[in-house]
C-alpha cells in the first residue's frame, strides 16, 4: 500500500556549497575545474543539446570555445521522426557495457542512449508525440526508463535486449516529468503532479515490472525538476509549480530551498556546491517556457546563449552517488 509521508516545511533557504547536505564534492570533481554544463537547446531552427564550458563567459555563438560537444539525432544516425523539442539529457556510467553514456529524451516522442563522446546509437525509439517524453534514465541493466507528461505513465523499457525494443512495463504517474535511478536504495524516483513515487523495478531483463515502493504527496501539483544533490546522497532536489525543495529520503521530509516560479531544471556543480537553473526568460520568444539565460547561484552567476530556446541544464558528471 501506498504510504504519505509527512514534509516538514522550514522558511526558504538557500543552501550554499557548505551548507547542511553534507559532502559536496563528487568523486572526481575538482574545485579548480568545474564540470561542463549540458543544455537541452529546443531551438527550431536546429535542435540539439550543447555541453557548455562554464569556464568561458561568453557562450555566444560567435566564441568557438564556449560548446565543447554537440549532439543531434542524425549524428548517430538516428532518424529525426521524434526529435524537435529536447527536454533531458544525462550522462552516466554502465558497468554493462563500459565507459560513459548518454540518456536523451525529447517532447516529439525519441528517446535515446548514445555513447559519449563517440555518438554510437545503442538503443533509440519513437514513443510518439502524444506522450510528451520529459524525463528519462539509463538502468545499471542497460533498460532505459522513461516520463511521459500527457502520457501519464513512467515506464521501463527493456533496451537491453535490443537497439530498437519497444518492450516495457507501466506505472500510471499523470502528468509525470522525470525519473532517477537510486542505485544506494535500488529504486527508481518519478515524480508527476503532486506524487513523488518510489518504484521497485523487478522482473527480468527481457521483462520488465513495476510495483510501488512508498509515495509521498507533495502540497501542491506541478511537480517538475527530480535531480540528485551532488556529493550527498540522502537528499533530492525536487521542483513543483512556485518552490524548489530539497527531499531527505531518509527521513521523507522536505526544506523550502526557493520559492520561484517555473523553475524548469535544477543541477549542482559537483566541484563547487553552485547551484544551475533555468526559467523562462522574457528574452527568448519561441515558447512560453524556453531561456536564454542560465542562472547560477551561491555563487551568483549567469551564462547567455542568445537565439538559444533552452529548457533543462544539467551538470554534466556521471558520479552522482
Request: proline letters at 6%; a neutral charge.
Amino acid at each position: 500500500m501506498n504510504k504519505q509521508i509527512a514534509f516538514l516545511f522550514l522558511a526558504a533557504v538557500l543552501i550554499g556549497p557548505t551548507g547542511a547536505l553534507g559532502q559536496t564534492t563528487a568523486p572526481g570533481a575538482s574545485a579548480s575545474h568545474p564540470d561542463p554544463i549540458a543544455l537541452t537547446d529546443q531551438t527550431k531552427s536546429g535542435p540539439h543539446i550543447l555541453l557548455m564550458n562554464y569556464a568561458q563567459v561568453d557562450w555566444g555563438a560567435d566564441n568557438p570555445k564556449a560548446v565543447l560537444w554537440s549532439w543531434d539525432p542524425s549524428d548517430s544516425g538516428i532518424s529525426g521522426s521524434g526529435w524537435g523539442l529536447p527536454t533531458e539529457a544525462k550522462l552516466r556510467n554502465n558497468s554493462l557495457w563500459g565507459g560513459q553514456w548518454m540518456a536523451v529524451s525529447d517532447s516529439d516522442g525519441m528517446m535515446a542512449v548514445v555513447s559519449y563522446p563517440g555518438k554510437i546509437r545503442k538503443w533509440s525509439i519513437n514513443a510518439g508525440t502524444s506522450s510528451n517524453v520529459h524525463g528519462i534514465e539509463l538502468l545499471p541493466n542497460g533498460n532505459v526508463a522513461g516520463a511521459a507528461s500527457n502520457g501519464g505513465w513512467v515506464r521501463v523499457y527493456a533496451a537491453s535486449q535490443g537497439a530498437s525494443s519497444e518492450v516495457f512495463a507501466q506505472y500510471d504517474l499523470p502528468d509525470a516529468h522525470n525519473v532517477l535511478w537510486d542505485p544506494s536504495r535500488n529504486v527508481l524516483w518519478a515524480l508527476g503532479g503532486n506524487k513523488l513515487v518510489q518504484l521497485r523495478v523487478g522482473g527480468t531483463d527481457a521483462a520488465p515490472a513495476l510495483s510501488v515502493v512508498a509515495t509521498t504527496l507533495l502540497p501542491s501539483g506541478g511537480g517538475h525538476d527530480l535531480q540528485p544533490v551532488y556529493g550527498d546522497i540522502n537528499n533530492l532536489y525536487i521542483s513543483a509549480g512556485h518552490v524548489v525543495y530539497v527531499y531527505n529520503k531518509q527521513t521523507g521530509t522536505a526544506t523550502v530551498l526557493q520559492n520561484t516560479v517555473g523553475i524548469k531544471s535544477i543541477s549542482k556543480q559537483a566541484a563547487t556546491g553552485q547551484l544551475i537553473e533555468t526559467r523562462p526568460h522574457s528574452s527568448c520568444t519561441q515558447d512560453t517556457w524556453c531561456t536564454d539565460v542560465v542562472e547560477f547561484s551561491s555563487p551568483h552567476d549567469v551564462r547567455t546563449r542568445p537565439g538559444a530556446a533552452i529548457y533543462r541544464a544539467r551538470v554534466w558528471n556521471a558520479n552522482y552517488q
